[in-house]
């Protein structure tokens, strides 16, 4: 039943590891998303996906890829892990109301994924 | 590029007492969406509510209302009767509503912490 679901929800690893983080969607929205959220509460986005294609990369390091193998998925891959990429990373998805305008406002989020590098 | 600026990084109020939290955002486009989420220890983000701009009226959601002010760029959210569980972060959000732009993620304030005293 849940709508957006993120695995796994809390994460400890060493620097220089590589790691994953999934996000699956069953509400057959189009575009999917990947915000952070740092040690301040502060939230940005990282990267917008739709329909599988990338279409925002805030400036992150490109150690961090993000993945979209269908429209239900969006992973996120982080190499060389650094004490600074602790933080909480939290999918989102959205359905776009198209060119015709139709009115599509809200983002679902995931519970987040609590990212420890030790 | 659009701002939100959340100026009271904690509020407090007495429970059954109504707060008012404060927001203002920056942006050169006239159709977008407002919104105010709340963020409790669970971490889930939470919509409160949501505000369209091209819409006058004020949002209201059972205890919670919006002072949507467009010209001035504010848009404040107030909590009537405050309870116990109202207790969290509260984000002020902006996204554009520009259907050429597709879907277009959140950008979000710092954030003001409420706390609730009983």
């Known amino acids: 039943d849940t709508a957006v679901s993120q695995t796994p929800k809390y994460l400890v690893t060493q620097m220089g590891n590589d790691k994953s983080i999934k996000c699956e969607q069953n509400?057959?929205?189009?575009?999917m998303y990947w915000y952070k959220q740092d040690s301040k509460k502060f939230l940005k986005i990282m990267f917008s996906?739709?329909?599988?294609?990338?279409?925002i990369n805030e400036t992150v390091p490109n150690r961090f890829s993000p993945k979209s193998p269908d429209k239900a998925h969006l992973n996120l891959h982080i190499n060389s892990l650094e004490l600074g990429d602790s933080a909480v990373y939290f999918c989102a998805s959205s359905q776009w109301g198209g060119l015709a305008g139709v009115r599509a406002w809200e983002q679902y989020f995931g519970p987040g994924t609590r990212l420890t590098v030790t | 590029a659009q701002t939100v600026t959340q100026s009271q990084p904690e509020m407090s109020v007495q429970e059954a007492e109504t707060v008012t939290l404060s927001c203002t955002y920056d942006t050169s486009e006239s159709d977008y969406y407002l919104f105010w989420y709340k963020q409790p220890p669970s971490r889930q983000m939470i919509l409160v509510i949501r505000q369209e701009a091209y819409k006058q009226q004020n949002a209201t959601e059972n205890r919670f209302s919006v002072n949507f002010q467009k010209a001035a760029k504010s848009f404040s959210l107030k909590i009537s009767d405050s309870q116990l569980g109202d207790a969290a972060m509260y984000f002020c959000?902006?996204?554009?509503?520009?259907?050429?732009?597709?879907?277009?993620?959140?950008?979000f304030g710092k954030g003001t912490r409420l706390s609730v005293i009983a």
């Open positions: 509400l057959g929205h189009d575009t």
């Open positions: 996906y739709n329909n599988k294609e990338l279409i």
């Open positions: 959000a902006y996204r554009s509503a520009n259907k050429n732009k597709g879907n277009t993620p959140l950008v």
